[in-house]
């Protein structure tokens, strides 16, 4: 049965928003065979996902499900959902659509991230009625609902059950159906996706334009040139194109806390290392002083960045006494070369040694390459002889498999994206069976990797949150003291926008892509958007 | 000739198996798609289950045997990145590609041939070194820039022509002119010193001889005769075009096979890459053989040869 809600053009809906995107990633509208980028760029604008956003902070919220709960034993997380939500063909959404998108990206033909982790995760899934749903989880999985959330993940997107058991796979592919603000209206693969305004109040926000329009223009200045002559309203653009595009007149939306560039030592705890400075913390931070991130964010970045939490951390992170980081950070991330030097010289190295520098990007950070070169500089000052090795990130990464035998004793950039929950992001880097590994390895877990390990356990089953709070607080004591990977600038997500076109709208901290925010974007001539 | 055309078609057949062959280990020495495609903080054990699924996590060499047995049936894979039969995706993307492809080619010979002919006809003279320039020049500029400036010229400045993406006749304009600038300078030239060659022979001083009016030596007698190299380069900028649209697709926002190319290289999506290249091959080959076919007709001496 169709709703009964009143038509888009009924509730004043016009225009087309045109957004202009550097990739459109997969180009699919199944979320099973898309990742997160492309994910929050399109396919956010019609799906829901089981966990939201907290719009105004950053970090989950409400999505699909208003609340959930964790069980007693810490072995099951109920969720609950939001009654009257629909698809756009009118079936309703219930638990039922959840479950069954829950095992879709779970399925051993999904591409999604996590799905590994999901099938070893997650015992059962059990419908308590329409609107209640059960995950069983094999061990306490406190972070589920984080997993869950677009906020983090694509992995919680709501599928329709019914209509993709009656229409097959193919289908669903072709003209895929979500339950969020706008609906599907064609895919051009290379070009473009188009949807248009839902016929229904939604709980994220009933869009203001009747089409939204995403364009593939890989080229940036091209893109530019597309919002300065009105062909679209929004692109997304780096940090070198800022001052250009605001002395072309367009308005620059800066998105706060969407990552961290930041600057790691590998295999430094490795016995075949213990000569190499690096293997002292001391010396690592002392690196860490004598770079001007100041300057950086200046310059570099054109002052659109900011001075970092610690370590895959941000003022959004769960769990995370942001105020005692944030004194933290600024006395810990000064810039002083003096002092630098003073601890080079006493560590032993007066006349400063030679480091292995790799220096790489992330896909869609191009700009930490430069980053990445004025740090190497900076390292000169303090007598640092820097041998500075590009790699594109696909030649990169395989560098970090394995043994990392070309990796041991080097410094590299790197990144971490936002995300709210930092213990994910730190057992990747410093469990000892984790592929990065920083702190030790499984033959060598000394100190501080120890010490990591037991707070990381601990954290895994704790459920208070006064504790986790705690527990967490001294997770990133332990890795910040460690200073083997130390954060340079927090960044954030650029965008052009031609305010002819588009009103006053603010996106949601931590989140670069706008997939969640397309439908509470104002005509020009609308009351701005408030959170 | 028959034995002309199959000794040109089993040098394509083992040239097309050699292209694969690199095609196959060069891009697989580029890394790994699942890094590209994961997050960085995903584990081990999610990298290593996105490999399976995307079939890459058997030994090289039977990757290798299962592509050659499925390219002999055909098919050349499924894309990893849109999950789409790689084949399809091509010939999806090949018509975009070939909408300006003719009319770039159209505006090179426009322009390039009657500046060769005047070049050739003012020899040493301040026309030849004018078009000279003009010749290094379209050679020289980098297509990236040239689109970039018409795009602030005409677009932004002025607000004639559309910034990108396919369109109307209005969104031909700057690929097309981005595109055949770069071939105005081979035609030029080419056609320059053929000129010089045939406006010295033995026919055309007959033809003065005879009296007949000098634009009827020039451009019939003259041109007709230049032109005939001209037909092997037509098909060698045919086949630069399609392989070399890169630039001029990726700066206009058009979805060609260019862009294609691009994409699979960019997101180490094998077989579609593999199938691209294959692909566009086949087409060179193609159209080099059909040349070849046309000129060995044009010019006896060829076949013979």
Redesign the interface.
Known sequence: MLPSWPSAQAQGQAGALVFAVESL????L?PI?E??PGNAVYQAAMYDSLVGFNLAKGGTGPGVAERWELAADGLSWTFFLRPSQTFHNGDKLTAQDVKFSLQRQMA????A?????M??TIKSIDVIDDLTLRVNTNSPQISLPASLSRAVAPEGAVMPHAYIERVGEEEFRRKPIGSGPWRFLRN?????IEFEAAATPHWRGTPNFKNLHI?????E??RV??V??G?AAIASIGPETMLGATRAGLQVLSVPGTMQAVFQFWGAFRPDQKDNPIAKPRVRQALSLAIDRQELIKHVMNGKASLPYPFATFGYTESFTAERWEKWSREAFRYDPALARKILAEEGYPNGFELKFANTA??GTQFMVDIGTVVADMWTKIGIRVTLKHYE???F??LERGDQAALAGWASM????GRPDAP??YN??YSPD??QRLLGDKDNCQTACQAFVDVYRALLDERDPTKRTTLNDRMVEIIADSWTVIPIIEGMGYYAINTKKVGQFAAIPGRHELGDVFERIPHPEQAPWKK | MKRYIAHRLLQGVLLLCLVASIVFFVGRL???PA????????????????IQ??GLDGPLHEQFFIFVRNALHGDLGMSI????PAVE?FF??LP?TLAIIPWAILLAMAVGIPLGVVAALHRGGWIDRMAGAIAVLGVAIPSFWLG?LL??VF??QL?WL?????GGPSHYVLPVITLGTFLIAGFMRLVRSSMLEVMDSEYIKLARIKGLRESVVIWKHGLRNALIPVLTLWGVFVGNLITGAIVTE????W??IG??T??AVIF?DFPLLQAVIILKSILILSINLLVDILYAYVDPRIRLA
């Open positions: 990633a997969a180009q699919t199944d065979l990742q997160r051993p033909n999904s591409t991230a996590t799905a590994a982790t099938r070893r051009v693969p290379g070009d473009r364009l593939l223009v890989p080229e200045s091209t040139a597309m300065r002559t062909e992330l896909p990130w696909g030649s990464q395989p790197y990144r971490t994206a994910w992001r990747s880097s984790s592929t | 580029t890394g790994n890094d590209l495609m994961l997050p960085e903080d995903v584990s081990a054990e999610d990298r290593a289950a996105l699924v995307l990145r849109m999950r789409q995706a999806s993307r975009n970039i795009i602030f677009s932004v607000g559309p910034s990108g993406r396919m990726t700066i206009f926002a979805p060609g862009r294609l691009y994409e180490r």
